[in-house]
Each structure stands twice: as C-alpha cells, then as structure tokens.
C-alpha cells in the first residue's frame, strides 16, 4: 500500500489522503492510462490520466498551481486534467508515500502567507495575503512574482500553530 493525496479535479470535492495497492488503484482514480509529472523540489509525482487532455478532462486548477508554482522556470508548463493522485518519488525516506509534512501541508487545515523579500536577499517579510488553502496561496505568489520583473521574491509559508514547525517553503 502507498499513502497517496488525491486532489479531485471538481473544487468541491476536498484533496485527501488514501491508501492505494498498486497500479490499478491509481488508475481508477486518475480514470486511465498513467501519466507522471514530477515535482521534483517537493520529492513527489503527480500522476494524471493521460488521455485527458485527448478527451477534454477538466482542469484541475488546485493541482495545476501547485505543479507550476514549484516547477516554475523548468520548461512549458503543464496543465493538470482530471483527478491527480498524488505519490512519493522514492527520493525521500518515505519512498513511494507522500511525505508525511507534505499530507499536513496539502490536507489539513491552515493558513498560508505570502511572503516578499524585497531586495531578494532572504530577508522575508510576511504580506497581507493570506490564505486557507495552499492552492489559492501559490497562485497569488505566481501572480505577484509575475508583476514584478525585476526585485522581489515572494514564496508561499504556511502558518504553522505553535508548535509546529512551518512547511512548503521553497528555496
């Protein structure tokens, strides 16, 4: 078994953790033939039926903005299509199974800031964008770098409760 995060490609249906044996698990999820797209900064593989983009699949914006806010710069951007499952890239110590503060990160509950440094020195400063779901959170990171050609770099941070320490920076 490999703890997957599936992401539904309908915004109502909420990302969640579930547990697949094998290939034909991740094909009844995906609804097809596999296709893997790498998210190499985060050590996990996003997997995607890929006939969706022959059968017109509907766009999974969640999956699509977290897949170029962390591959941003590493060729054309893809977009996600369909339900997108989820995996460990057998990069990190948790091999197939998505990284355990990758599933608080992307499933549970809390806020998200994006952050500026504005002379792109990694002094970070936190903005007044603030979010609940990770996937709102990269976008609006996207948008702003984008706005700006030259100076600040912004990242996404979430609000981690005391205690715990934050997740999904990117370097």
Same mark, same amino acid.
């Given at each position: 078994?490999? /703890?997957?995060?599936?992401?539904?490609?309908?915004?109502?249906?909420?990302? *969640? !953790?579930?547990?697949?044996?094998?290939? @034909?698990?991740?094909?009844?999820?995906?609804?097809?033939?596999? #296709?893997?797209?790498?998210?190499?900064?985060?050590?996990? /593989?996003?997997?995607?039926n890929e006939a969706? $983009?022959?059968? &017109?699949g509907g766009l %999974?914006?969640?999956?699509?903005?977290? =897949?170029?806010?962390?591959?941003?710069? *590493?060729?054309?951007?893809?977009?996600?299509?369909? @339900?997108?499952?989820?995996?460990?890239?057998?990069?990190?110590?948790?091999?197939?199974?998505?990284?355990?503060?990758? !599933?608080?990160?992307?499933?549970?509950? *809390? &806020?998200?800031?994006?952050?500026?440094?504005?002379? @792109?020195?990694e002094h970070w400063? %936190?903005?007044? $964008?603030?979010?609940? =779901?990770? =996937?709102?959170?990269?976008?609006?990171?996207?948008?702003?770098?984008?706005?700006?050609? *030259?100076?600040?770099?912004?990242?996404?941070?979430?609000?981690?409760?005391?205690? /715990?320490?934050?997740?999904?920076? #990117?370097?």
């Open positions: 078994m490999v /703890t997957t995060i599936v992401i539904p490609q309908d915004a109502i249906g909420e990302p *969640h !953790v579930q547990e697949l044996a094998g290939l @034909d698990d991740f094909q009844k999820v995906t609804g097809g033939f596999l #296709e893997p797209f790498e998210v190499a900064p985060l050590g996990i /593989t996003f997997w995607v969706a $983009a022959r059968e &017109r %999974n914006a969640r999956a699509t903005a977290l =897949y170029w806010y962390y591959n941003a710069g *590493h060729g054309l951007p893809n977009f996600m299509l369909g @339900d997108v499952v989820v995996s460990g890239n057998g990069s990190c110590r948790s091999g197939g199974d998505v990284p355990e503060e990758l !599933v608080f990160g992307l499933v549970a509950p *809390h &806020r998200f800031v994006v952050q500026v440094s504005p002379d @792109d020195d400063q %936190n903005t007044f $964008a603030r979010f609940d =779901y990770i =996937y709102d959170a990269t976008l609006w990171c996207m948008l702003l770098a984008r706005s700006f050609e *030259h100076g600040p770099a912004f990242r996404v941070q979430a609000e981690a409760p005391s205690g /715990t320490e934050a997740l999904l920076e #990117e370097d």
